[in-house]
């Protein structure tokens, strides 16, 4: 079992920035891809980012590239989701979740069903 708490979720402004963390304890947080996941009222979950176990290789959706940078430190069993320049479209409740895979192809780390692991969320909520 691993267990996720999410923290740093809160309102701003649009343009501003955010930083959200993931703590993990549970197994060994280095053998998980970790991954940021969204979900806003009225829609489904969707894939942010997500970080392959050694940090190597980082992933984003579309939506978010350039904007949002997600980084691990496996020494302290955390993982970061830093936010700029956000939208009022970024609000929703983001996730944080861990995946134990060995490969990383991109389809795979941006779909949500090979995550077993999810913390309880917390809301980011962007005014206009």
């Known amino acids: 079992q691993v267990q996720l708490v999410e923290s740093g979720g809160g309102l701003v402004q649009a343009g501003g920035s955010l930083r959200l963390s993931c703590a993990a304890s549970?197994?060994?947080?280095?053998?998980?891809?970790m991954g940021w996941f969204r979900q806003a009222p009225g829609k489904e979950r969707e894939f942010v980012a997500a970080i392959s176990r050694s940090g190597g290789n980082l992933y984003y959706a579309i939506s978010v590239k350039g904007r949002f940078t997600i980084s691990r430190d496996n020494d302290k069993n955390l993982v970061y989701l830093q936010m700029n320049s956000l939208k009022p479209e970024d609000t929703a409740v983001y996730y944080c979740a861990a995946a134990s895979l060995v490969f990383t192809p991109s389809p795979v780390v941006r779909n949500s069903g090979e995550y077993a692991y999810w913390g309880q969320g917390t809301q980011v909520t962007v005014s206009s």
């Open positions: 549970g197994r060994t947080f280095s053998n998980y891809v």
